[in-house]
C-alpha cells in the first residue's frame, strides 16, 4: 500500500470539510423513503395478485363443482323421477298390456274366422262356377253321362242287376251305348234304364237289386267335393249351386 502524503491528507481534510452532513442525511433519507415506497408497492401488487388468483380458483372451484353437482343432480333426479313415474305408472301400464294382448287375441280370433269364411266362401264360389262349366260341357257333349254309366258300373262290389236313373234327355244315348259298356263289367248282370227329370244332365244313380245305392249325379259329387274341402261346415254336402245344376239325391 502506497504511503499517504501529508499533502493528500490535508486535501482530504478539506474536501471532508466542505462536505454538508445535511445533504447526506436527506439523500439517505430519500433513498429509504423510496425503497419504502418501492416495498410498499411491490407487496400491495403481491396481495392483489395473491387475492385474484384465490377469487380465480374459488370461482373456478365454484363452477367446476356447481356444474359437476348440477350434472349429477340432473343424472340422480331423472333416474328417480323415472323410478317414481315407472312405479306410479305401473298398474296403467300393465292394463294397457292387458288390453293389447286382448286385441290381439280378438284379432288372431277374428282373422282365423274371416279366413275360414273366406274360404267357405271361394270353394262355394269355385263349385258354383264348376257346376256351370259342367252343365255348360254336358251341353255342349251329350256323351258325359256314359262316363257316369261307367263310373257307377265299376263301383259294383259283387254281382247285382241295377236300375239305371238318368235325364230324360240322356236316355236315349244312354240305352244306346249300354250294351257295350255292361260288357266290360262281369259283376252286372242286368241293367234297365230309367228316366228321371228330377237329376241334371250327364247324372246318374244305380240302385242295386239289394237296395244299395250309387250316386252319380253330378250335383252329388260336387257335394262331396265340398265336403272334402270344408269338412267342418255342416252343410258342406247340401250347397245350394244351382237350382238348374243340381240334384234332389245326394
Not at 271361394?122 to 256351370?132: H, N
Not at 241295377?162 to 240322356?170: G, I, M, S, T, W
Not at 244305380?206 to 257335394?223: M, N, Y
Request: overall charge negative.
Amino acid at each position: 500500500m502506497g504511503m499517504i502524503r501529508r499533502a493528500d491528507l490535508d486535501q482530504i481534510t478539506r474536501q471532508g470539510t466542505v462536505m454538508d452532513l445535511s445533504d447526506l442525511r436527506a439523500r439517505g433519507d430519500a433513498i429509504i423513503s423510496d425503497a419504502t415506497r418501492e416495498a410498499e408497492r411491490i407487496i400491495a401488487a403481491a396481495r392483489a395478485e395473491r387475492e385474484r388468483l384465490l377469487a380465480g380458483a374459488d370461482a373456478e372451484g365454484h363452477r367446476q363443482g356447481f356444474e359437476r353437482g348440477l350434472g349429477e343432480g340432473r343424472e340422480e333426479g331423472r333416474k328417480q323421477g323415472y323410478e317414481e313415474a315407472r312405479k306410479s305408472q305401473a298398474s296403467n301400464i300393465e292394463a294397457i298390456c292387458a288390453g293389447w294382448r286382448s286385441a290381439l287375441e280378438r284379432f288372431e280370433s277374428d282373422r282365423e274366422a274371416l279366413l275360414s269364411a273366406a274360404r267357405a266362401e271361394v270353394v262355394e264360389l269355385s263349385v258354383e262356377i264348376a257346376a256351370r262349366v259342367i252343365r255348360r260341357v254336358v251341353e255342349i257333349d251329350p256323351s258325359v253321362v256314359l262316363s257316369q254309366v261307367e263310373a257307377v258300373l265299376g263301383a259294383i262290389m259283387r254281382p247285382t242287376r241295377l236300375k239305371l236313373r238318368v235325364h230324360p234327355a240322356d236316355l236315349e244315348l244312354a240305352r244306346m251305348e249300354l250294351p257295350s259298356i255292361v260288357s266290360h263289367f262281369e259283376l252286372c248282370r242286368h241293367a234297365d234304364l230309367v228316366p228321371d227329370p228330377s237329376l241334371e244332365r250327364g247324372s246318374c244313380i244305380a240302385t242295386t237289386e239289394e237296395g244299395g245305392r250309387i250316386d252319380a249325379a253330378i250335383g252329388s259329387q260336387l257335394d262331396r267335393i265340398v265336403a272334402e274341402l270344408l269338412p267342418d261346415r255342416s252343410d258342406a254336402g247340401s250347397l245350394r249351386v244351382d237350382s238348374d245344376t243340381r240334384s234332389d239325391a245326394a
